[in-house]
C-alpha cells in the first residue's frame, strides 16, 4: 500500500487478481488490498522499462513460488532478481494454494539458467547475494529432491512414508529456515 502511494506498481497479471480476491496462505484468509496496492501496470508474459540509461527486463516464470511470480533482469548491470523463487541455500516456500508447483518452480530455474550469463549477480528472495553457480546448486537441489518424491509416489509410498525417507542427504542442511524438509516434501507431493 505504502509503494502504491508514491509509485508505478508493475506486476503479472495474477499478482492483481489475488491481491483483489484476498488470497491467504495456507489457508489463512486475507481481506482483499486497498486500491492503491494494487498493481496499475500488468503483462502476461514479460515487459521491459527502460529508466537511467538501462533496459529492465521483466518476465513470468510459471509455477513456481506462486502463479504469479517474475523475475527481473538489469541488462547493463548484468543482475537479475529471482524473488521467492530463489531461497539462495534453502529449501523454498511453495505456496501451491495460490497456484504454485515445485514442478514448476525446478523448470522456471532451469530457463532462467539457459539464458544468464555465467558472470551476473543473482539476488534472492531469501538469502545472501548470489553467483550462477549458486543458482545451479540450488536448481541441481530442485531436480534431486522433485525426482525423489515422485520416485516414492510412484512406488505407491505416502507422503507420511516419503517424508519418513527423507531427501537425499546432501541437502539435509537446507530445511533450518522456515521450511523445513517435511513441508517441502509435502510441497513437492501435492504439486505431483
Known sequence: MIFGKEALIVAHTNVRKRLAEGAGVRGRPAEPAPKEALPVVTYDDGVSIHFNGEEIMIGHLTGGHTDGDSYIYFTDSNVIHLGDQFFAGRFPFVDVGNGGNAVGLRDSIGEVLSHLPADAKVIPGHGPLSSVDDLKT???????????????????????????AGLPEEWSGWG?????????????HESL
Open 138 to 164: 540450488y536448481h541441481r537441489m530442485l531436480v534431486e529432491c522433485v525426482a525423489a518424491v515422485e520416485a516414492g509416489k510412484d512406488a505407491g509410498k505416502s507422503v507420511e512414508e516419503i517424508q519418513a
Open 176 to 188: 533450518s529456515g522456515f521450511i523445513n524438509e517435511s513441508v517441502f516434501i509435502t510441497s513437492i
